[in-house]
């Protein structure tokens, strides 16, 4: 009996103990998994720490880094090459075209005489830009009169500049005369200010989306109406008449004041006198730009805590939920566990290193001048070194304006952003580092005033390149690179019309020239333009598969262009009147967007 009594026993104790051992067994194989899953690739990881420690260009440069039978060697100049790299290939044959149809009416044929449309932009200054070019168009649908658009004062980019401060705004109500009554305030009511009635309108609403759901209550709330947070809620495709009046706006109408533009010439002057022709770099390679896309370059612990604090300082980020907060948190763990995947998926803007080898392998030699637009670079000079040693001829405004010129402008961002504004749109080649709004616009800009060289990095797919640019010759690294850029050069006919955003791509603000199409075939240079020709059409190919491909790289708002979407989103408790359940639900503008977008 004792021995029975004792076998159970133990038979017990083995029953309470095999389930404890299985759960500490199988958390401890979970863990394994998920360390081994989100642990970073050890090649791709030596290759960023490896490269981080030889930051010193120069040594590249003289010295080649050999790889077996494999020679890296980067050339002082830009090689020979078969095209113009300071021009578009077929600019001549386009140009921009925005001026109104007959049958669009004269504002004071269509304008109510007591509507009134109110706009509060949000964002830095091209956000603000979208903003302003969008109000116009709705007060238009709305056969409003537009009250001059309030700038912000309190986003991330902290600037208490007005409209008249950074736009020349006589220039803006009289240009926009005939399609848009605009007034600098609200009239009085009894004598008192009036107040008009906030509210918020989804992100793409389309003309039908103004006059279904803005209209009604800009008619019942005493015919004043304030839209807030006003920046992308006009919807990408639109009646063509208001395209092109989009375009007056943006191309024409907007006109920084006397003083910005004075400096603006003056630094652009001071690079013509340089040289011939100059690169404008948009670079982005700012902490915050850098801590809050969840990229890390290879700076081991010591970035990791750098970008990491920086993260825990943002106290302003618009998270509705408990739920939201966790996946919040959980995406700042993931990026310290695994921070190359963003850098895979071609989401990390690219660092000064490789943006200088681009450069160089599309065909700019270490002569060439460029001007850099950018805030305090992550890393500061020994990060701009290696792009320093294959262009030593580097400036920013700060290098060619004095201290008293700049002073005036110092203390507000906004002003300075319009400086780097006018010397990047009137350089000769563009080139942007992040799709954010300042590379946009510029992008549509660039294309209206004949297509002159924008060139966006395909970030994707030479990511891929870069880790392995040890192991091949320059001359194969260059020839890639060019490959790869195609479709990302600022080209006509790059995006397919009606793609993308419209202040990015204003194709229908864009008219092709037939007739010097047709001269230029028909002369002497046939067949070279027919070689051209064709050349142009493989290049649109390989831009629309690639964009196709490169849907995820740029993720666009949904486009609400229809009432159904409006309806659907109201029965989903995304969507009311005022906007703020859905703005609630769907953080549509947090400050940390606007400060990576800007």
Not at 132 to 137: H, K, L, P, S
Not at 228 to 240: E, G, S, V, W
Request: contains cysteine.
């Amino acid at each position: 009996m004792a021995l029975q009594r004792r076998r159970q026993h133990y038979y017990h104790r083995l029953r309470t103990l095999v389930p404890v051992i299985s759960a500490i067994s199988g958390a401890l194989l979970i863990l394994f998994a998920i360390l081994s899953f989100l642990a970073p690739s050890p090649n791709e990881s030596d290759h960023f720490n490896l490269r981080r420690n030889h930051t010193s260009f120069n040594t590249v440069v003289e010295d080649p880094i050999t790889n077996g039978d494999s020679v890296f060697r980067i050339p002082s100049n830009g090689g020979k090459l078969d095209r113009d790299i300071w021009s578009s290939r077929n600019a001549k044959f386009f140009y921009g075209c925005s001026n109104a149809s007959g049958k669009f009416a004269k504002a004071e044929a269509v304008t109510h005489p007591t509507r009134y449309l109110a706009i509060a932009t949000s964002g830095g200054l091209n956000q603000q830009r979208t903003g302003i070019t969008d109000a116009v168009v709705a007060a238009r649908i709305l056969n409003a009169t537009l009250v001059v658009p309030k700038l912000d004062p309190k986003s991330f980019w902290k600037d208490a500049s007005n409209f008249s401060e950074i736009f020349d705004i006589h220039w803006f109500i009289s240009f926009l005369s005939k399609d848009v009554k605009i007034i600098k305030q609200l009239p009085k009511r009894g004598g008192k200010s009036w107040t008009p009635y906030t509210m918020r309108v989804p992100r793409k609403c389309s003309e039908r989306c103004y006059q279904n759901r803005v209209l009604p209550v800009l008619l019942k709330r005493h015919n004043a109406v304030q839209l807030n947070k006003f920046d992308y809620r006009l919807a990408n495709k639109l009646d063509t008449d208001l395209q092109k009046l989009r375009c007056r706006v943006n191309y024409h109408a907007l006109k920084f004041t006397d003083p910005i533009l004075e400096l603006g010439k003056t630094l652009v002057r001071r690079m013509r006198m340089r040289s011939k022709h100059y690169i404008a770099l948009h670079l982005r390679f700012e902490p915050d730009m850098l801590a809050f896309s969840g990229c890390d370059y290879g700076g081991g612990e010591k970035e990791r805590n750098e970008l990491g604090a920086i993260r825990k300082r943002w106290k302003t980020l618009h998270l509705p939920t408990p739920d939201l907060m966790h996946v919040w948190h959980l995406f700042i763990g993931l990026q310290k566990i695994n921070p190359d995947k963003q850098r895979r998926q071609g989401k990390c803007p690219l660092t000064p290193e490789e943006v200088g080898l681009m450069l160089r392998a599309l065909g700019y030699g270490s002569d060439v001048h460029i001007y850099v637009a950018s805030g305090e670079v992550y890393g500061g000079e020994e990060t701009l070194r290696p792009l320093k040693a294959l262009f030593p001829n580097f400036y920013s405004k700060d290098s060619i304006a004095t201290r008293e010129e700049l002073k005036p402008f110092s203390s507000f961002s906004s002003r300075m952003a319009a400086l780097d504004f006018i010397v990047c749109d009137e350089s000769d080649v563009f080139v942007t580092n992040n799709n954010g709004n300042m590379a946009r616009i510029l992008a549509g800009r660039r294309r209206y005033f004949g297509h002159k060289p924008t060139i966006r990095p395909n970030a994707k797919k030479l990511y891929r390149l870069f880790l392995s640019r040890s192991n091949m010759t320059w001359e194969a690294f260059a020839s890639r690179v060019r490959t790869l850029q195609r479709g990302f050069m600022g080209e006509p006919k790059e995006v397919r019309p009606g793609r993308g955003e419209f202040h990015e791509n204003p194709s229908a603000c864009i008219c092709e020239d037939s007739e010097a199409k047709e001269k230029a075939k028909a002369g002497s240079g046939h067949r070279k333009h027919g070689k051209m020709d064709d050349s142009s059409r493989k290049d649109v190919m390989v831009s629309d598969d690639q964009n196709e491909n490169d849907d995820d790289d740029e993720p666009e708002w949904p486009d609400l262009d229809d009432d159904e979407d409006q309806i659907g989103l109201q029965e989903k408790g995304l969507y009311n009147i005022t906007g703020s359940d859905y703005d609630a639900v769907i953080s549509d503008e947090p400050e940390l967007e606007l400060m990576l977008s800007d």
